[in-house]
């Protein structure tokens, strides 16, 4: 797996109990497609093969295959946790993007004139953004919506948006993409290149 290839699936958190179960944060919004999987990888290489996942309250508790104790569980706090780009399963339709796809894309105006780069896709809790970094200043925030961004050319590796008045021109965005986090993304997290978002 190389790193262009990488998608980050979920992190380890503390040990649960004495069996050698932990808390595990999904980047995804199906936690129980991590099961599907397989293996899930490091980035220093290391894998590990889920052998279950349960619901503990609203904590999601895995158990992974050679983890038997606390202290082998303890280990493995903060471990980041990747598949490869090509082990997600395709998106539903034209309008669902991962996240990882949409991060490194060119962004261009309508009339053709590059503003910047995609590094993220956010949601602060009013809805799904973009984040486009110009040559200088600072990043700009777009609705991901199909008003603000009406084209996403993946074989072109472009975004045609159409920024909100008082930002760089053109009309504010209504209804749009929906972003979901995980292994696949609409138009797109917290926490995750895996996340899926909806435009």
Do not use: C, Q, W
Not at 84 to 106: K, M, N, Q, V, W
Not at 126 to 143: C, F, H, K, N, Y
Not at 154 to 170: S, T, Y
């Amino acid at each position: 797996m190389t790193e262009d290839d990488r998608i980050l699936i979920a992190r380890i958190g503390a040990a649960h109990g004495v069996r050698g179960e932990v808390r595990l944060i999904a980047f995804g919004d199906d936690p129980d497609a991590l099961m599907d999987y397989g293996t899930l990888a490091t980035r220093d290489g290391r894998v590990f093969e889920l052998r279950g996942l349960k619901m503990v309250g609203d904590r999601l508790i895995a158990r992974f295959k050679g983890i038997a104790d606390r202290n082998a569980a303890e280990t493995l706090t903060n471990l980041d946790l990747y598949v490869s780009r090509a082990d997600l399963p395709e998106t539903e339709d034209e309008d669902t993007f991962y996240h990882a796809d949409l991060i490194g894309l060119d962004a261009v105006t309508e009339a053709g004139e590059r503003i910047g780069t995609v590094i993220a896709v956010p949601n602060y809790g009013a809805g799904d953004l973009v984040e486009i970094a110009p040559p200088r200043g600072a990043s700009i925030l777009l609705p991901f919506t199909k008003d603000a961004v009406p084209v996403i050319d993946l074989a072109g590796r472009r975004m045609v948006v159409a920024p909100p008045e008082g930002l760089l021109g053109g009309k504010p965005g209504e209804d749009g993409p929906r972003l979901e986090e995980g292994g696949e993304s609409d138009r797109t997290g917290t926490g995750g290149d895996g996340t899926e978002t909806e435009r």
